[in-house]
């Protein structure tokens, strides 16, 4: 499955952008990207954020604010046999929209590091207000909590990026790359089992060394450390959210001995694996 670029109809009949309220049983994998910057609020569900070339946790309450062409998707992570409601508020608008406005200008700070791709954190109450009154059926008022969303988004004193290297989505704003959109696929859908560089390289009908240099200009990332990351974030949402041993989480997240778990935690996240779930559960 190819990276998608996705249609929106930014049109809609009684306001200047998109706005919905998404409720599923299942956040689908759907990589994808588009023109417009996006918003997405989590209000219900867990599970794990393709970003750029990063992966991030995501759970309720947190928001994420996408800039334009920056591929992403949100994946569930439910237990076995177990499903849940998801729900998520989406908002999404050009910044051609934004720009025509001249108070846009204030915003410039947010627009420079939103092509990272910005990890909101959880919404305070006011923010929270703002989002419920943008997906609301009042146009007039939910163009005015956009603006104050914004502003409160933009009055920030940082922002917490996520994507390492704003080339990928430089690279991805002319055309998503086939050779990334195969490869980015194939992890996901294998990190739990063992991949190898002649394996991925192949993928990626590359040979191994110029898959390797190819992957790291692309991404900011070694081919090693991207599956290194990916698997951490698996491994830290299971640690939080279930209680399975340190073995079978592990497993689960693609680590083949319980060594690799530990310097991957150590080096990622600074503790132990045991150390992280004690951290995050106390």
Same mark, same amino acid.
């Given at each position: 499955?190819?990276?998608?670029?996705?249609?929106?109809?930014?049109?809609?009949?009684?306001?200047?952008?998109?706005?919905?309220?998404?409720?599923?049983?299942?956040?689908?994998?759907?990589?994808?990207?588009?023109?417009?910057?996006?918003?997405?609020?989590?209000?219900?569900?867990?599970?794990?954020? @393709?970003?750029?070339?990063?992966?991030?946790?995501?759970?309720?309450?947190?928001?994420?604010?996408?800039?334009?062409?920056?591929?992403?998707?949100?994946?569930?992570?439910?237990?076995?046999?177990?499903?849940?409601?998801?729900?998520?508020?989406?908002?999404?608008?050009?910044?051609?929209?934004?720009?025509?406005?001249?108070?846009?200008?204030?915003?410039?700070?947010?627009?420079?590091?939103?092509?990272?791709?910005?990890?909101?954190?959880?919404?305070?109450?006011?923010?929270?207000?703002? @989002?419920?009154?943008?997906?609301?059926?009042?146009?007039?008022?939910?163009?005015?909590?956009?603006?104050?969303?914004?502003?409160?988004?933009?009055?920030?004193?940082?922002?917490?990026?996520?994507?390492?290297?704003?080339?990928?989505?430089?690279?991805?704003?002319?055309?998503?790359?086939?050779?990334?959109?195969?490869?980015?696929?194939?992890?996901?859908?294998?990190?739990?089992?063992?991949?190898?560089?002649?394996?991925?390289?192949?993928?990626?009908?590359?040979?191994?060394?110029?898959?390797?240099?190819?992957?790291?200009?692309?991404?900011?990332?070694?081919?090693?450390?991207?599956?290194?990351?990916?698997?951490?974030?698996?491994?830290?949402?299971?640690?939080?959210?279930?209680?399975?041993?340190?073995?079978?989480?592990?497993?689960?997240?693609? @680590?083949?001995?319980?060594?690799?778990?530990?310097?991957?935690?150590?080096?990622?996240?600074?503790?132990?694996?045991?150390?992280?779930?004690?951290?995050?559960?106390?």
């Amino acid at each position: 499955m190819k990276a998608t670029i996705e249609n929106i109809r930014i049109a809609e009949q009684d306001r200047s952008y998109n706005s919905y309220v998404l409720k599923q049983s299942i956040f689908d994998d759907y990589w994808h990207y588009h023109p417009e910057i996006e918003i997405t609020y989590i209000v219900k569900g867990e599970g794990i954020a @393709f970003i750029g070339n990063k992966t991030v946790e995501f759970r309720p309450g947190m928001a994420f604010l996408l800039g334009p062409y920056l591929p992403h998707n949100f994946v569930s992570t439910d237990e076995e046999d177990v499903v849940m409601e998801k729900e998520c508020w989406g908002l999404q608008f050009t910044q051609e929209w934004l720009n025509s406005f001249k108070e846009s200008s204030a915003l410039r700070r947010l627009f420079n590091a939103m092509s990272f791709g910005i990890d909101l954190g959880i919404l305070n109450d006011k923010e929270h207000h703002a @989002f419920e009154t943008i997906v609301g059926n009042d146009p007039l008022r939910s163009i005015g909590a956009f603006f104050n969303l914004m502003a409160m988004i933009a009055e920030r004193p940082e922002f917490n990026t996520v994507s390492t290297n704003s080339a990928y989505s430089n690279v991805m704003s002319q055309k998503i790359s086939q050779r990334m959109e195969r490869v980015s696929k194939y992890i996901q859908d294998h990190y739990q089992g063992t991949i190898t560089l002649s394996e991925i390289a192949d993928v990626a009908s590359m040979t191994e060394q110029s898959f390797s240099r190819w992957f790291r200009q692309t991404s900011g990332l070694t081919f090693v450390d991207y599956l290194m990351q990916l698997r951490t974030t698996v491994a830290s949402n299971l640690l939080i959210n279930t209680n399975k041993a340190m073995t079978e989480v592990a497993a689960e997240s693609g @680590f083949n001995s319980s060594s690799s778990f530990n310097r991957a935690f150590l080096k990622i996240k600074g503790c132990s694996p045991r150390e992280f779930r004690k951290k995050r559960t106390s």
